[in-house]
């Protein structure tokens, strides 16, 4: 992690501005060590990923984490047998995500719940000679899921901070980002009104969250294919949380996508 990582973070007990901890120069690359707060509160460092969650999960979202950490490394490769059973290409429709992306000038971008890192992966090949204009920040509560987006990136020349943090309290400052994006995760999160509040904070005034999960359309549901899709897997029955969007979100949308299997939801800050 560098200067510009932490100049994006706070600390998740305090709320303060971090530091690195110890005799680092300015401008260093820290891979292994530690950070502090402005109130002391100290937050380890490993490959260059830092770890700043707080407070501990729940059980149950403790399990969903186990999932997530032992499907890491065949992941990418589970997701794609989505792309035959719901007649999509999952890899093109990720790029609807960027639909909201402005013409032009810098944009601060993270991916909540980042996974293998697949949203930025096709941000790169959308954005290949441009992605210099983009801030990118990948948080994720599944440090498996942390490490294969590290080592992609990597592999991509991609510059992107990541972070070991909680969706509930996110680890990052007020009015920060252009774009906050979601996807595949948030049905199955303890408290998804907190977690669209922590969403909004973070985007800055006029910034778009975008958020993405398994849901069939209303239509979609009474034919014969959605019913089955459904008795398969029981998340396609969930409907769009708009219920929980803070009262301060403005211009709510909401669509289908990916053959009417997923809902998408945008709203402005």
């Not at 400052?173 to 049905?187: M, R």
Request: include cysteine.
């Amino acid at each position: 992690m560098n200067e510009p990582h932490l100049a994006a973070l706070k600390c998740p007990k305090c709320g303060k501005k971090i530091r690195l901890s110890g005799n680092f120069e300015p401008r260093t690359e820290v891979n292994e060590g530690e950070i502090v707060c402005e109130k002391g509160h100290v937050w380890s460092v490993t490959n260059g990923i830092p770890s700043l969650v707080h407070p501990p999960v729940s059980a149950d979202d403790a399990k969903w984490i186990s999932d997530y950490d032992e499907m890491a490394e065949n992941y990418d490769e589970l997701v794609k047998q989505y792309d035959d059973w719901l007649g999509i290409d999952m890899m093109k429709e990720r790029l609807r995500l960027f639909h909201f992306v402005p013409i032009e000038g810098p944009v601060r971008m993270i991916d909540v719940s980042i996974g293998t890192g697949a949203n930025f992966m096709a941000l790169h090949e959308q954005y290949k000679d441009k992605i210099g204009r983009f801030n990118l920040h990948g948080m994720d509560l599944s440090k498996e899921m942390l490490q294969v987006s590290c080592r992609k990136f990597g592999q991509a020349k991609m510059s992107v901070s990541l972070t070991h943090g909680s969706v509930f309290n996110i680890p990052y400052q007020t009015n920060f980002f252009n774009i906050v994006i979601h996807s595949g995760g948030i049905n199955t999160f303890s408290d998804i009104s907190g977690t669209l509040r922590e969403m909004l904070r973070i985007a800055r005034s006029g910034g778009t969250i975008i958020v993405v999960d398994e849901g069939l359309s209303p239509r979609k549901r009474e034919t014969k294919e959605g019913k089955a899709i459904i008795k398969a897997n029981n998340l396609f029955a969930s409907k769009p949380p708009i219920q929980h969007i803070p009262d301060n979100a403005k211009d709510v949308e909401v669509i289908y996508v990916m053959n009417e299997t997923f809902y998408q939801i945008a709203f402005k800050k």
